[in-house]
Structures are given as structure tokens and as C-alpha cells.
């Protein structure tokens, strides 16, 4: 019998809306972009539902499309995990707070939620454009979330962990653009885990999603005039050197970005996020790359489904390298391989504790 120690179990909210704000890739959604016969939000279920730590998995899309690739990809909605599928609302922000509020063992009025025996409750956000997540990595990072004193905790992966995936002599790659920080260079993973009543600002999550893409200088231009003047400290600083690393990254001028990275420590954009949100924010930085390699283009797709099954077991043999923290003794059990379809069908540093 394996050897699992009692944990505490969140909710899973997969986002798989299809908006004015969602990109696509191919001209098809990036939810349902197939590798290898199966779409890329069945790949992340089939992760989610192997994790010891997730409740209950609610995805949330264009319902209709989602039922027919999930029963396209034989993805079983009762077992090993309860799979919800939920049509998608307006934009991202509503989608997470109202599926959060299904979570809900019994309703709870608006106005209650922020006094109720609710309001520390968390759940785990995923993105639905990340085949390679594995249920390590999931694990790995939930056990590593100081949830008793942070409210949102941020995956992290360092730039190190994803020189693997880069384009090499006659081998096609992905590379990412990155966050410039102080202490090391960091590509969101995407991975969230959040206490959604405890974000009093969490009004403002909408526009962080428009801006989200670290590639387009003009996003990151347009998230600093958006937000900038919420921060009552006002560290103008902060943002003019995340905005000038990534600039000069592209530029391939190192130098200047080792310069412009000195303005932006870790924790004083931390301390800058939670004061625009007004929760208790953290980057959790984690060695795994899996979440962190999504498919925002038509090449990095074409890339992923070449060397998808080598990059695979790339992120395997981490595994080994990264056990789950001390204490926290689990046996996931062996995937099995996804069932093959036809290929034309169209349809803070972790040592065992966060960092703070």
C-alpha cells in the first residue's frame, strides 16, 4: 500500500475560455490543439486528476467543444477525480471567481463571504495550454505553498530549467521571454494557487490577463500605465526595469540587463503586487518546466508535438533530481499512456519551504 501522508486537498480550476483575450494558435483554440492525438487541456486533466492533493477538478470553457475532445480523448469525468465542465462566463476574472464560488460546500451571500468559514479557502488555477505538466510538478508545488501566510502564491520557474527545451545545432526549441529580476531570471509557470476572498482587489485580475504576454513590449507597457498608479508607494522603478530588461534581452545586451534587473528585487515586487491587490502575494520559484512551456504560436506548437515524447522524458528524469518536500512520502501511481486517436480528426526558492 503506498505510503501517503494526510494533506490538505484544494479544488482545481482549469481555465479553457475562449474570449476577446485569448489567444490562438493555427487559428483553433489553444485548449484544443491535438500532440500526438489528444488536445492539450485533456493532457493537463489527465496530470490533474493524478494528484493526491486535488479535490475535485472543475474545467471551465466553451462547454459543448470541451464535452466533445474530452469524450474524443476518453478522458473519464468521475474517476480517479470528479471532472465539473462549466461554460464559460464573460472574461477570465469571472470564470475563476464564479467556478470558486461552486467550490462552495453551501451558497454564501457576497456580502457574507469575506466573514464566512470561507474566506481562507483556496483553490489551484491552471492553464489549459501546457501538455507537459506532470503530477509531480503539481504536487511539488502545492506542498510547497506557505498557505497560512500568503493568500497567492505564483509559480516561478528559473530560466536555467528551460535551456533544455532551447533550439539547439539542427534541433528546433522554444525560448521563452522571461522576468528580470534581481536575483535570478524567472518565466511565470502559470500555476496559481490563491485564496480568491482574500484578494480585495481581485477586480484588477482582468487587466493582468489582457497584458499577460512577457514577449509583447507593448503589453508589458500598457500592465504598468494600467496599475502602476494602484501601488500607493508608487515604485516606478520596478516596472521601468522589468519593462528595460526585457528590452534589452531581446536586444541581446546583456550587460544592460544585468544593470536594469539590479532595479527589481524579488520581494519589493512581491510586497509592490500585494499592495495593488491587497492580499498577502509570492512568487514561489520551483525547478520544474513543464507548466511554464505553453504554446503561444503556430511555430512553438509545431516545435512541441516534434519533440514532445523526448521533452517528456526530459521532465521525468527531474523528478528524480526534485522529490517531493520532507514529510510529505507519496507514491503517484505510473501514468498510463493516453489512448491513441486518429490523427486527422479535427475537432522563492524551494529547499522544502516557500520563499517569502
Same mark, same amino acid.
Given at each position: 500500500?503506498?505510503? #501517503? ?20 494558435? @493555427? ?14 487541456? @485533456? ?16 474545467? #471551465? ?31 477570465? $476574472? ?5 467556478? $470558486? ?15 464566512? %468559514? ?66 535570478? #531570471? ?23 490577463? %489582457? ?24 515604485? =516606478? ?10 528590452? $534589452? ?10 544593470? $536594469? ?47 514532445? %515524447? ?35 480528426? @479535427? =475537432? ?9
Amino acid at each position: 500500500m503506498d505510503n #501517503i501522508l494526510k494533506s490538505k486537498k484544494y479544488d482545481a480550476i482549469l481555465v479553457a475560455g475562449e474570449g476577446k483575450n485569448s489567444y490562438k494558435v @493555427s487559428h483553433q483554440h489553444k485548449a484544443f490543439l491535438r500532440v500526438e492525438g489528444q488536445s492539450m487541456v @485533456s493532457y493537463v486533466l489527465r496530470a490533474l486528476q493524478r494528484v493526491d492533493s486535488i479535490r475535485n477538478i472543475y474545467v #471551465i470553457g466553451p462547454k459543448i467543444q470541451l464535452l466533445r475532445h474530452l469524450a474524443e480523448d476518453h478522458i473519464d469525468l468521475q474517476a480517479p477525480k470528479t471532472i465539473t465542465v462549466l461554460e464559460q462566463r464573460e472574461n477570465l $476574472f469571472e470564470n475563476v471567481w464564479h467556478t $470558486f464560488l461552486l467550490t462552495l460546500p453551501e451558497p454564501v451571500p457576497a456580502d457574507q463571504l469575506e466573514t464566512s %468559514q470561507y474566506k481562507d479557502r483556496a483553490v489551484l488555477v491552471v492553464p489549459c495550454d501546457a501538455p507537459l505538466i506532470t503530477p509531480h510538478e503539481i504536487e511539488y508545488f502545492i506542498q510547497n505553498c506557505d498557505m497560512e501566510n500568503h493568500d497567492h502564491v505564483l509559480g516561478l520557474t528559473p530560466e536555467t530549467a528551460l535551456r533544455p527545451f532551447y533550439p539547439g545545432p539542427g534541433q528546433p526549441g522554444i525560448k521563452m521571454a522571461y522576468l528580470h529580476l534581481k536575483e535570478n #531570471i524567472y518565466r511565470i509557470n502559470n500555476l496559481h494557487l490563491v485564496k480568491p476572498v482574500q484578494m480585495k482587489n481581485r477586480h484588477y485580475i482582468q487587466q493582468m490577463y %489582457q497584458y499577460r504576454y512577457q514577449r509583447n513590449l507593448i503589453n508589458v507597457g500598457r500592465f504598468t500605465l494600467k496599475l502602476i498608479g494602484k501601488d500607493k508607494r508608487n515604485r =516606478f522603478g520596478y516596472y521601468l526595469g522589468l519593462l528595460l530588461g526585457l528590452m $534589452f534581452s531581446r536586444l541581446k545586451l546583456d550587460g544592460l540587463v544585468d544593470f $536594469f534587473r539590479s532595479w527589481v528585487p524579488k520581494k519589493g515586487l512581491e510586497e509592490c503586487i500585494s499592495n495593488i491587490m491587497q492580499t498577502r502575494f509570492v512568487g514561489l520559484e520551483v525547478p520544474f518546466p513543464g507548466a511554464a512551456l505553453d504554446v503561444d504560436n503556430s511555430k512553438d506548437y509545431e516545435t512541441l508535438k516534434l519533440r514532445f %515524447q523526448e521533452w517528456r522524458n526530459t521532465l521525468r528524469q527531474l523528478e528524480t533530481q526534485h522529490p517531493l518536500p520532507h514529510g510529505t512520502v507519496r507514491t503517484l501511481a505510473r501514468e498510463k499512456p493516453a489512448p491513441r486517436v486518429a490523427a486527422n480528426l @479535427s =475537432f522563492s526558492k524551494v529547499d522544502g519551504s516557500a520563499t517569502g
